[in-house]
T-cell receptor
C-alpha cells in the first residue's frame, strides 16, 4: 500500500523558535496533501490544503503566517510552525492523496507530536 | 455546511461480539465519500473502509462493514467478532466531492471503543 512518511515523529522546542515538519509520499505522487491538528482526546481539525506548485488553502481561523506550508514537489509538503508558543503544542498529522486513482482514500503520516516549552 | 456527527464518545464490547459505531452526516453535495479510520494510542490513522455516495451496496472489508443509509444520512460502522486489538479511537469522515475544494475531508469527534476480554 501507499506510504506517507512524516518527520519528526516527536519534537520539543523552546518558545519563540520555529519547527519544520515534513510529509513525504514515499511510493506515489501527491498533488494534494492535507495538514491536520489534533488536540488530546479530540478529533482531527483540518488546518490547510497543500497544493503542489501553488499556495496552500487555509481553513478559517488558521493563521497562514504562523503555519507556513510549502509543497515544492509531488512527494513533499512541509509545515513550519513559526515563533512557536506553548498553545501550539499538539499532534500534527498530514495526509496525501495519490494522483490518478480517483482518491478513494487518503494516506496518513504517522503524525508529529509537538511540545513547546 | 458539511458536518459529521458521532454521538457515542465511548463504547464497550465483549470480545468476539459485534459492535456498531454510529455516524451521521450532513451535506448538500450529491457526490461524496464516507470513510472510517482507526486511531490506536500510537496516533497513526488507519484506513478501514470507504463508501461512495453512489455505491448501492454496503461496503465490506473483512470484519468491517459499513451500514450505509443514504436517506437517513447515516454511515454506521459494524465490527464483527471484536478482538482486543480493536480497542482504539474510531473516526468517521466525509470527503466532499468537489474538486475545486481539493476533496477536503472532515472528521467526526470520534468514538473510543473498549473491547473487554
Amino acid at each position: 500500500g501507499a506510504v506517507v512518511s512524516q518527520h519528526p515523529s516527536r519534537v520539543i522546542c523552546k518558545s519563540g523558535t520555529s519547527v519544520k515538519i515534513e510529509c513525504r509520499s514515499l511510493d506515489f505522487q501527491a498533488t494534494t496533501m492535507f495538514w491536520y491538528r489534533q488536540f488530546p482526546k479530540q478529533s482531527l481539525m483540518l488546518m490547510a490544503t497543500s497544493n503542489e506548485g501553488s499556495k496552500a488553502t487555509y481553513e478559517q481561523g488558521v493563521e497562514k503566517d504562523k503555519f507556513l506550508i510549502n509543497h515544492a514537489s509531488l512527494t513533499l509538503s512541509t509545515l513550519t510552525v513559526t515563533s512557536a508558543h506553548p498553545e501550539d503544542s499538539s499532534f500534527y498529522i498530514c495526509s496525501a492523496r495519490r494522483v490518478g486513482t480517483g482518491g478513494v482514500e487518503a494516506f496518513f503520516g504517522q503524525g508529529t507530536r509537538l511540545t513547546v516549552v | 455546511a458539511q458536518k459529521i456527527t458521532q454521538t457515542q464518545p465511548g463504547m464497550f464490547v465483549q470480545e468476539k461480539e459485534a459492535v456498531t459505531l454510529d455516524c451521521t452526516y450532513d451535506t448538500s453535495d450529491q457526490s461524496y465519500g464516507l470513510f472510517w479510520y482507526k486511531q490506536p494510542s500510537s496516533g497513526e490513522m488507519i484506513f478501514l473502509i470507504y463508501q461512495g455516495s453512489y455505491d448501492e451496496q454496503n461496503a465490506t472489508e473483512g470484519r468491517y462493514s459499513l451500514n450505509f443509509q443514504k436517506a437517513r444520512k447515516s454511515a454506521n460502522l459494524v465490527i464483527s467478532a471484536s478482538q482486543l486489538g480493536d480497542s482504539a479511537m474510531y473516526f468517521c469522515a466525509m470527503r466532499e466531492g468537489r474538486s475545486t475544494g481539493g476533496f477536503k475531508t472532515i472528521f467526526g469527534a470520534g468514538t473510543r471503543l473498549f473491547v473487554k476480554a
